[in-house]
């Protein structure tokens, strides 16, 4: 099954949120549900240095 969205593009929405935007805004803007976003960004450690 191919991932809807890259590791870059969800890095990409992590570092919106932890720059202060909604976590409900990210979403809304990528059609992504609110829980994909927090649960990737509790993994982020998986990411290493990127984050």
């Known amino acids: 099954m191919k991932a809807r969205f890259t590791d870059e593009q ?9 720059a202060g935007e909604k ?11 609110g829980r994909v976003l927090q649960a990737k960004a509790r993994e982020g450690d998986q990411f290493g240095d990127v984050l």
């Open 10 to 18: 969800i890095i990409a929405m992590i570092k919106e949120q932890e």
């Open 23 to 33: 976590t409900a805004d990210v979403c809304r803007r990528h059609a992504l549900p």
